[in-house]
């Protein structure tokens, strides 16, 4: 297979916590089946613990403590090793130093533009003191996807400006100095369900912070305790009344999850999903009973999830052995692409001796 005919996949998470639902469906579920597809040569998958630190500076203790969580949740997903390179971003100098070269190729404006970029910072109310570092996410971002020639990024539809803007930095770079670079496609989930999960109590984003998360190692009674607390319909007041569909999170998940072999096992009364909405729709059906299949569904996919992990959190060395090995491999693509790109901006001063 021929260099510019491979295709390759990176991806990854910021270590800030233990991964949830919402990343399960937006992303790890699908990388799972990306790495068994065959279709892909090269793997990697990267713990961006600098940058988590953009805004955790001042507490590196977090991210440190969360890199083996994430590194956990990922094998008992089923993300597999031997097929699949796990690293971590901050071993990689060569991703530092690609950064400090597209730097050059974006304005600040351009920056001040991304809509992820603004959303973030005004979510930790940065204001006027916003971290350079955090700031630059989306050019150390550029870096990560093309020091490993990555042909495909998976991402949830909130990362689409991040991916755009790489794809304008790898334009640029390419027209000033040659093509060097390899311009990534990018890979949005299959279903509208898991591009954007919402959290538990209904609001867009999922996260620890607002307590609104159910975690992918979380034990059956904080799951089911979550789910029958959910956001549904608040006009939903009695069993009899018709319901809506929009904004109710419990349909959300159960779009995102529930398949028509969970309805012949948890239940019976309907042949799948639609057929339960309907009746949802012109009332009748209770949230609770809606809530009992989800909380069913829910256990069925995480059970298999969380005693794997438990299996896996009896040997830690094991853990940083595989992320050691994914971050060697991960390096040695990096220097190559950090190689090519010094050559063709002609600042490779000393390989001609």
């Known amino acids: 297979m021929s260099e510019e005919k491979e295709k390759i996949i990176l991806t990854g998470d910021r270590p800030t916590g233990r991964l949830h639902v919402g990343h399960y469906v937006g992303s790890l579920r699908r990388r799972v089946q990306l790495q068994d597809s065959g279709e892909f040569s090269k793997i990697f998958i990267m713990i961006a613990d600098a940058q988590a630190l953009t805004d955790n500076a001042e507490n ?92 495909t990024v998976p991402v949830g539809e909130d990362q689409l400006p991040m991916l755009e803007q790489t794809k304008e930095i790898v334009h640029k770079f390419n027209t000033v100095y040659g093509e060097t670079l390899v311009d990534p496609d990018i890979l949005l989930p299959e279903t509208k369900a898991a591009l954007r999960l919402p959290g538990t109590d209904g609001k867009a984003k999922m996260s620890k912070s607002l307590g609104n998360c159910i975690y992918l190692s979380e034990e059956s009674d904080e799951i089911q305790k979550k789910v029958m607390s959910m956001f549904t319909d608040p006009g939903h007041l009695k069993v009899t009344d018709p319901g809506k569909l929009e904004g109710n999170t419990v349909f959300t998940y159960l779009d995102a999850f529930c398949r028509d072999e969970h309805f012949e096992e948890f239940c019976p009364d309907y042949k799948n999903l639609d057929e339960m909405k309907e009746h949802y729709k012109r009332g009748g059906l209770g949230d609770v009973k809606v809530k009992k299949l989800l909380n069913n569904v829910l256990q069925a996919e995480l059970e298999p999830i969380r005693n794997r992990r438990r299996e896996y959190e009896k040997d830690i060395p094991y853990i940083y052995e595989v992320l050691k090995k994914g971050t060697e491999a991960a390096e040695a693509a990096a220097a190559e692409t950090l190689s090519d790109v010094k050559k063709a901006m002609k600042i490779d001063y000393f390989e001609q001796f």
């Open 60 to 151: 590196p203790e977090k991210v440190r403590d969360n890199i083996v969580e994430v590194a956990l949740d990922y094998l008992s997903c089923g993300i597999d090793p031997s097929k699949t390179n796990i690293l971590i971003q901050s071993q990689i100098p060569e991703l530092f130093e690609l950064t400090c070269y597209y730097m050059n190729l974006v304005t600040v404006s351009r920056l001040q533009r991304n809509p992820t970029v603004k959303s973030e910072i005004q979510m930790r109310k940065f204001e006027n003191s916003i971290p350079v570092g955090f700031f630059t996410y989306p050019i150390s971002q550029a870096a990560d996807i093309t020091a490993f020639k990555a042909t």
